[in-house]
């Protein structure tokens, strides 16, 4: 088991707070198996795959009652937040997804009318997405639920803390994106 595979043990760690987590018990046996490695990376990337995993199984109450996956609500939210139309392969890009998935999403939600597509002029092999009224307005009408949510999900951690967390996720994002970007070239 690693910290990262998301199981089951228990128990507690000074960095895991009080109680500790399971990333705190995966990293003590660790310890007690190979005293000699440096576990740091595993608190760090653990955490953080534990966490998506847990956010994710939580399944965004707002967005399922509005019948939406997080994933076509990511995709609504491109278009909505570019404010124009975007080709399937800059909404692949937006929202981190493969081509064959949000073609898939598109055709449901196109299906719901919530978007449209049209082809281009000079390309028929390009299609152009943008919302309908219904998507806009489901949209917004969603966002502000979703970010109360959010908030909820968040309680624990304080305003502060909120932030810092936010800056620290953030570098460590901007630096991962940048080495995954250069690989892919």
Known sequence: MTATDGGSATGGDERG????????AVVRQWRAVHPELDTGPMEIIGRINRCAALLQQAEDAPLRRAGLSRAEFDLLGALRRT?????????ARET????A??????????????????????DRR???VRLTDTGRDLVDGILPEQLAYESAVLSGVDGPDQGELAA??????????????????
């Open 101 to 122: 998935a949000v073609t898939k999403r598109l055709k449901q939600l196109t299906e719901r009318g919530l978007v449209e597509r049209r082809g281009d002029t000079r």
């Open 168 to 185: 620290l996720l953030g570098a460590l994002l901007g630096q991962l994106e940048g080495r995954l970007g250069a690989l892919r070239v």
């Open 17 to 24: 707070g009080p109680g500790g987590d399971t990333v705190a």
């Open 96 to 99: 981190f997804s493969s081509g």
């Open 83 to 91: 404010g124009h139309e975007l080709t399937p392969g800059d909404l």
């Open 126 to 128: 390009v299609a152009h």
